[in-house]
């Protein structure tokens, strides 16, 4: 694991997967509980309680989104290592004061305030592993640490089994894992160091920041590639074991699992793979990452075709099966996307830069929740639904075949 990076940089990673597990494991619980949580908060009464459940989950995105750009711009110009451990001490009491709520308001504050929170983790993570990583190791880094978040998402899709043994419930569940998290805050913060002097930290004015970025046309085609797809990840993540739950008529548990597992499971053995194979076509081609990149996005366009059409048909094996390709195709994705922001954009933009991509991207997966349910309250087929998801893709693996990567004397 040392090829070409120092011991510290890999144990920066180390130290950050558990992180990136509980950031995931504590969102993905609302999913795969959604029953229980339904029948335990006052409020999801009426005709329209699949569109409320939607605009709970969108809260979450909104503020998350919103905080964002404050978020990368104040990691690139403070300590990336003191964001992250204050990030993970504010989210997981959140996730603690989630399992005391008992009204739809509570929910939607407890879960705004989550967003809010969790914005200040990823820009500042990957800045940091990027900031440790040169770039014959950076893919390979990251990948590592998205590993962290598909486990968080894995163990999340237990859920349900939870939340239905009446030893445990879903109130209990959020509260061990919020005192979870805030015990481990206190080691992280002693243990992860920073990788620049603070000399290195960047020192333009905001709105300078901003203004660079946004003028970059390959940061700009980034920014799309980045949104696009996600809006059918956050549909995957946040509304699949209901649908599965719906269609298959399966248990909450059964769902949960199902919908998450196996995916996840294939994101995992992607981000790995993916990070190794973007880092070694690295050495041939300045396009490597982006080549690999858009080959993961080559992969999520027939899976979500085969995972509308037969939801449609009643095939839990099928949908699994396609729900596999997409995780596939997801890990190639989600391992390169700082690396190729790190390849157009200087150290000092990175975080910034991410936050930014993270605005608009969770802000449209906030519109993608709203939707989802608004079209399952008006049973729109999902063959119809998912083909969408299958065109935004298309255009997609074109936005980032279309990113030119400057020449520099040196990866940083």
Known sequence: MNAGAPRTAWIAVALLMPVALLNYLDRQLIATMQKSIMAGVSGFEGGDKMEKWGHMLAWFKWTYALASPLAGLVADRLSRRWIICASLFIWSADTWAT?????????????????????????AALALIADHHAGATRSRA?????????????????????????DIGWAASFAFLGGLGVLYAAPLFLLLREARHETEREK????????????DRNFLLLLAYFTLPAMAGWVVRDWMPSVLQKELKLT????????VIWWQGAAVLSAV??????????????RGRVEVSALGMALIIPAMLGVGLVLDR???????????LF?????????????????????????????????????????????????????????????GFAGIACLSAWLVLSIRIPSRPAPR
């Open 327 to 387: 995780g596939l195709g997801w890990g190639l994705f989600d391992s390169n996307n700082m690396p190729i922001l790190a390849q157009i954009t200087r150290p000092g933009l990175r975080a910034t830069g991410y936050g930014l991509m993270n605005l608009v991207s969770i802000s449209c997966g906030g519109l993608a929740d709203v939707g989802f349910g608004w079209l399952r309250d008006r049973e729109v087929p999902l063959e119809l639904v998912f083909g």
């Open 273 to 286: 793979a993916g990070g190794w194979l973007a880092d070694r076509r690295m050495r041939s081609s300045e």
């Open 142 to 166: 990251v990948g590592l640490h998205q590993v962290g978040i598909y486990a968080g998402v894995m163990l999340g899709s237990l859920g349900g089994f939870a939340a239905d043994d009446p």
């Open 99 to 123: 399992s005391l709520v008992s009204t739809y308001d509570q929910l939607v504050v407890t879960r705004a305030v989550m967003g809010l929170s969790e914005a200040f983790y990823i820009p």
């Open 314 to 324: 009643g095939s839990l094996p099928l949908a699994i099966g396609f729900l596999m």
């Open 204 to 215: 333009a004015p905001p709105s300078r920041s901003v203004k660079e970025l946004l003028g």
């Open 252 to 259: 909450q548990g059964l769902a949960g699992f199902s919908a």
